[in-house]
């Protein structure tokens, strides 16, 4: 196959996987924020979550994960055979690192579907960033692509620290506006 076609078809299951990652704990914070309201409203809206959640992980974000695998490391070895450079290895590693990101959402979502509610909506606002992390160290990764890791490694530190303060103040507001 063309290898424009591979990076295309890559690409675009890149973005629709990130973009399940990105809506899948939305909605993990607004199942855990509808377990507050009163009844029959609760139900309704857990339900709702529910299929919602299912469909979204189990219907768009687990088969673009799979697709995302199956043409990047096809490209992969298209291009570098099995002698991948150092770039491509820390890529991966990052990817892996996602996957793993990707398979506690199901462990959270298991658990909401189970009524546990493990986490706060506020340590799933933090935990949805964690996705803004992948994002930002992935792609740097595949542009840059040389060794200055100290330097990745600072910027990723503070778009971390960026992210953490904007959900602080985030809450802060929202606290003001809800009193």
């Not at 509808?34 to 979550?49: D, M, Q, V």
């Not at 992390?133 to 990745?152: E, H, Q």
Request: charged share 15%; aromatic share 16%.
């Amino acid at each position: 196959m063309n290898l424009l076609y591979l990076k295309s078809l890559h690409i675009i299951f890149v973005i629709t996987w990130f973009a399940g990652l990105f809506y899948i704990v939305r909605l993990f914070i607004y199942h855990t924020e509808a377990n507050s309201k009163p009844e029959p409203e609760r139900s309704i809206l857990i339900n709702h979550f529910k299929g919602a959640e299912k469909r979204l992980l189990f219907g768009i974000t687990m088969p673009s994960m799979i697709l995302t695998y199956i043409f990047g490391l096809w490209m992969a070895f298209d291009m570098f055979g099995t002698d991948f450079p150092k770039w491509l290895l820390v890529k991966l590693a990052f990817v892996v690192g996602l996957t793993f990101y990707h398979l506690e959402c199901h462990i959270i979502l298991r658990n909401l579907h189970g009524n546990r509610f493990k986490y706060s909506s506020m340590q799933l606002r933090m935990w949805n960033e964690v996705t803004t992390l992948f994002l930002f160290a992935i792609i740097f990764i595949v542009v840059v692509r040389d060794d200055t890791w100290l330097k990745g490694v600072i910027w990723l530190a503070i778009i971390a620290v960026a992210l953490y303060g904007s959900i602080l103040i985030y809450k802060k507001v929202r606290n003001q506006t809800l009193k």
